[in-house]
Nanobody
Framework: QVQLVESGGGLVQAGGSLRLSCLAS????????MGWYRQAPGKQRELVAT???????NYVDSVKGRFTISRDNPKNTVYLQMNSLKPEDTAVYYC????????????????WGQGTQVTVSS
């Protein structure tokens, strides 16, 4: 069974930094696109950043210049470096990955992590 496990959330003051990590584990053949989403209380889940296997990145406008997504393919891990954090960045952050597993080699599975809380105080 393949799963995603996030780590690195926490409480930080405005202007501070956090680094989120997401490890994909299990019987994995290949991981395609990976990304980070977030959901604030009372709001819909929104895309934060994505990265292709080749390293092409995409960001929501509100985090451009402050957040950096990266990945380590041999380690099946994606990261989100968050700098200059603002109170409006407060949310549960979810890791997402498109995965080919040995149990279903012809299917591209969409997996989600359990989420990690990021709280930015003013």
């Amino acid at each position: 069974q393949v799963q995603l496990v996030e780590s690195g959330g926490g409480l930080v003051q405005a202007g501070g930094s956090l680094r989120l990590s997401c490890l994909a584990s299990g019987s994995i053949l290949l991981i395609s696109d990976m990304g980070w989403y977030r959901q604030a209380p009372g709001k819909q889940r929104e895309l934060v950043a994505t990265i292709t296997r080749g390293g092409t990145t995409n960001y929501v406008d509100s985090v451009k210049g402050r957040f950096t997504i990266s990945r380590d393919n041999p380690k099946n891990t994606v990261y989100l470096q968050m700098n200059s954090l603002k109170p409006e960045d407060t949310a549960v952050y979810y890791c997402n990955a498109q995965v080919r597993a040995t149990s279903a080699p012809h299917a591209l599975l969409t997996l989600w992590g359990q989420g990690t809380q990021v709280t930015v105080s003013s």
